[in-house]
Structures are given as C-alpha cells and as structure tokens.
C-alpha cells in the first residue's frame, strides 16, 4: 500500500491508501474545525479568507492566513525531501513524514486541552494540523502517482463528474478503466466524509483526545506493509523445506 510505486502500483494499492488516508484526513478536519473553528485541509477556503482579510485591512488575521498557507506548503514540501528519494531506502521514504504527522497529532491531542482560543494558540495549534495534512497529501500524492489526493474533495468532484459523463454517454470507450477510477473517487469522497463524521461525533465526546484515533489509524497503514512483507517471508520459509 505504502512502499509499492510506478510500474509495481496496482489499483488495490491506491484503494486501500484511500479507504485509510482518506478516513485520516476526514477526522483531522472535522476534529480540528470543532476544536479551533478552522479547516485544517481547505487550502483553497484559506485563500479566499486571505483575500477577504486583505480587502478588509484586517491584517493581523490575514497574516495568520498567510501563515497557514506556507505551513501546508511547507508540510508538502518536508514530505517530499523524503518520499521522492532514490536509492535502497527508496521504498521507505513514507515512514519519516508519516511519524511526523502521527507525532503532531498526539502532541495536538496532549495539549489542546490549554487552547484558550487566543490568536498565538490557534495560529499554532491550527498551523500544526496544517502542516501535517501537507504532508499526508504530497506524501499520498507521490506514492499513488497523483492519482489519490486525500485532503480535498474539489478535483474528485470534478473528476467523477467527467467519469461518469464518459461511461453514460460513450459507454463502449475504455469501460472498464473508467468505472474503476470511479470506484476510487468514490471511496476518496465516502471515506473522507465518513472520516469527517467520526471525527465530529468523537470530539464531542473525547474532546482533544480525539486526536488520538487517527494518530491510531496511520499506525496501521504504517505498518500494515511491514507485517504482510514478515508474513510473507515466514509463509516462504516454511514452504521452503516442503519443497527440497
């Protein structure tokens, strides 16, 4: 799911990278507007926010906007010093930028209990989940070949729209890869919606330690290919001796 990349990609890789990634994504948003009134994947809300507190003059607010637009570019870029190595380390670039994100979300979930709704705390606290949804994003993006995005909803939209304009109106003309990508899109849409949902519903019952769940979920997609590759070694060891 995570280490596979180019030509040894299936289309089983990017489904479960999104059915996981996607959920992740949905819960940071939804737990982190409940927590600090901000849409900690919305890129492009946060543009229009910035030009709206610009023509204002509100600059103190527009420069925390600006803020939070360099920390997701900054948490892409991070995450591409390491996912877009080469070399034998190539394989596990992944694992770097996704502890990072797993340790800004347990930090967040610790300490947001002291958020006091001051213009610092959330500038940081807000920022943080920022950063760390740029770099779950260009870290899936990279992996699956652009062909996940795990953070925002608007080119899947707009994807699944051309899609399932082409199967209903040229129905003969590549078929079968159309409706798979529209699988995809789909469960990128479900699975960030539903991730949404769990995250709201958790938060106002766990408050701040909501955060923990999907510190939890990266858990296993961090190592969900680590225990498949050890099991698969076992299995050809014990097969091994059967058939000398």
Same mark, same amino acid.
């Given at each position: 799911?995570l280490r596979?990349t180019?030509?040894?990609?299936?289309?089983k890789?990017n489904?479960?990278l999104?059915v996981?990634?996607?959920?992740?994504?949905?819960?940071v948003?939804?737990?982190?507007?409940?927590?600090f009134a901000v849409?900690t994947?919305?890129?492009?809300g946060?543009?229009a926010?910035l030009?709206?507190?610009l023509?204002?003059?509100?600059?103190?607010?527009?420069r925390?906007?600006a803020l939070?637009?360099l920390?997701?570019?900054?948490?892409a870029f991070?995450s591409?010093?390491?996912s877009g190595?080469?070399?034998?380390?190539?394989?596990?670039g992944?694992?770097i930028p +996704?502890?990072?994100?797993?340790? !800004?979300?347990?930090?967040v979930?610790?300490? #947001?209990h002291?958020y006091?709704?001051s213009? @610092?705390?959330?500038?940081?606290?807000?920022?943080?989940?920022l950063?760390?949804?740029g770099m779950?994003?260009?870290?899936v993006?990279?992996i699956?070949?652009?062909?996940?995005?795990t953070t925002?909803l608007t080119g899947?939209?707009?994807?699944l729209?051309i899609?399932l304009?082409?199967?209903?109106?040229?129905?003969?003309?590549h078929?079968t890869?159309?409706?798979?990508k +529209?699988?995809?899109?789909?469960v !990128?849409?479900?699975?960030?919606l539903?991730? #949404?949902?769990?995250?709201?519903y958790?938060? @106002?019952?766990l408050s701040?330690?909501?955060f923990?769940l999907?510190?939890?979920v990266?858990?296993?997609a961090?190592?969900?290919?680590?225990?498949?590759v050890r099991l698969r070694?076992?299995v050809?060891?014990?097969?091994?001796?059967?058939t000398?």
């Amino acid at each position: 799911m995570l280490r596979h990349t180019g030509k040894k990609r299936s289309y089983k890789h990017n489904l479960r990278l999104a059915v996981l990634l996607c959920f992740t994504a949905g819960m940071v948003n939804a737990a982190g507007l409940f927590a600090f009134a901000v849409l900690t994947t919305n890129v492009t809300g946060h543009a229009a926010l910035l030009a709206q507190k610009l023509a204002s003059g509100d600059f103190r607010a527009a420069r925390m906007v600006a803020l939070w637009l360099l920390l997701f570019l900054a948490g892409a870029f991070f995450s591409s010093i390491f996912s877009g190595k080469t070399g034998p380390f190539r394989r596990w670039g992944y694992v770097i930028p +996704i502890l990072c994100e797993m340790i !800004i979300l347990i930090l967040v979930g610790t300490f #947001g209990h002291t958020y006091d709704q001051s213009i @610092l705390q959330t500038e940081y606290f807000a920022g943080s989940l920022l950063f760390a949804m740029g770099m779950q994003n260009a870290l899936v993006s990279t992996i699956s070949g652009y062909v996940v995005r795990t953070t925002h909803l608007t080119g899947m939209f707009t994807d699944l729209g051309i899609d399932l304009h082409s199967v209903l109106f040229h129905p003969h003309q590549h078929n079968t890869d159309v409706r798979k990508k +529209i699988v995809l899109r789909l469960v !990128i849409i479900f699975f960030f919606l539903g991730g #949404g949902i769990a995250g709201g519903y958790a938060f @106002l019952r766990l408050s701040y330690y909501t955060f923990y769940l999907p510190a939890g979920v990266l858990v296993i997609a961090l190592f969900y290919d680590l225990f498949r590759v050890r099991l698969r070694k076992m299995v050809r060891r014990m097969q091994t001796p059967a058939t000398t």
